[in-house]
């Protein structure tokens, strides 16, 4: 339990310290005062004024904001105001939380692929895992199991085994292996998966580890991180559009899970604030009311009119947006709570 506290505070802690930070540097570096940068929500555990700032750390670590002088849409358009600032200005101040959510995993998984490198394919015919209750386990093939075979088809390497069973489809396979020694026979039925979308018999091939230099650590920390932006985003269609169930973990959901990654180890609880930091900045630029996405759309829409919205319409839309962000904790929090 104490372990999962603690996984828990620092995970929310990375994530917020880090997107409220974005904000707030960009909000300092184009000449808008920031009256209070704060870390968490309710009672203040420290604060100390420097400058025009006041540095909070608050009591409850699942969030944080920067009071930035006239982003409340009754305040004045007062010189170091953001009102007072460019549109592309106050663009980038609100770009900025989402886009340290994007760098932040650029480090994090370049700092894992330099300690304990990358894993690649092993072009070899040996199974490296057999997944349980599928086709391959079912017929009792194992890992460490070499291929010699397929349907009378002699295979030489893992890409010939992958290009040999996507031909053959869902029609019954029969594999010759060789198992400590002992050369079988095994027949299956590929089962056709709609998430991989192909056939599948559950075999996987044997990987090896190879070491990484700096250079090349950072490359394919830019790569890991850019590929897994895309996918969420193809996730996040998919649910909207119904194509695929939405699954939602709440506070207590993610702390838990904190919890069971820390376990593990630091590299898999790093890996594991990546891509919650990657989800976070993705979820923040849907065009949402009080969403990072909201603001930049509601920016736009003031280019486009060459005039903000009205104070009672922006706090209106605030406000929707604020109950919808209630709504979706309260309902996530009560899915944790049931599982």
């Known amino acids: 339990m104490l372990l999962t506290i603690l996984a828990a505070i620092f995970v929310f802690g990375v994530l917020v310290t880090v997107h409220e930070f974005g904000h707030f540097i960009t909000a300092k570096m184009t000449g808008m005062r920031v009256d209070e940068f704060a870390i968490g929500f309710g009672p203040k555990i420290y604060q100390q004024k420097d400058g025009d700032t006041l540095y909070s750390l608050r009591a409850i670590p699942l969030g944080g904001y920067n009071k930035i002088a006239g982003m409340d849409p009754d305040d004045p358009a007062e010189p170091g105001s953001f009102k007072s600032k460019s549109i592309p200005a106050r663009m980038l101040v609100i770009l900025a ?117 700096f250079a090349e650590s950072v490359k394919e920390g830019f790569n890991y991180t850019k590929y897994i932006i895309f996918a969420m985003v193809d996730g996040l269609t998919k649910i909207i559009t119904g194509k695929a169930p939405a699954e939602v973990s709440g506070p207590l959901g993610v702390a838990q899970m904190a919890g069971q990654v820390a376990e593990k180890g630091l590299l ?26 909201g603001h930049f759309v509601l920016l736009l829409l003031e280019g486009l009119r060459g005039k903000p919205l009205g104070s009672k319409a922006m706090n209106n839309i605030q406000m929707v947006g604020v109950a919808l962000i209630l709504a979706l904790t309260v309902f996530s929090t009560f899915k944790d709570i049931t599982r």
């Open 97 to 213: 939380g989402a886009l340290m959510n994007f760098l932040l995993p650029v480090l994090l998984f370049t700092g894992i692929f330099f300690v304990q490198g990358s894993e690649r394919v092993l072009n070899e015919p040996v199974l490296g895992n057999v997944m349980v209750g599928m086709a391959a386990d079912k017929a009792g093939l194992q890992a460490g199991d070499k291929i010699l075979s397929i349907n009378g088809q002699a295979v030489q390497d893992w890409q010939t085994i992958v290009t040999t069973l996507r031909a053959n489809g869902t029609k019954e396979v029969m594999l010759t292996a060789e198992s400590n020694g002992a050369v079988r026979q095994y027949t299956m039925q590929p089962v056709y998966d709609e998430e991989a979308k192909r056939p599948l018999i559950g075999i996987t091939p044997k990987f090896e580890r190879i070491k990484m230099g």
């Open 268 to 293: 898999p609880l790093m890996n594991f604030v990546a891509f919650l930091s990657i989800n976070l900045g993705v979820i923040n630029l849907l065009p949402l009311p009080a969403l990072d996405g």
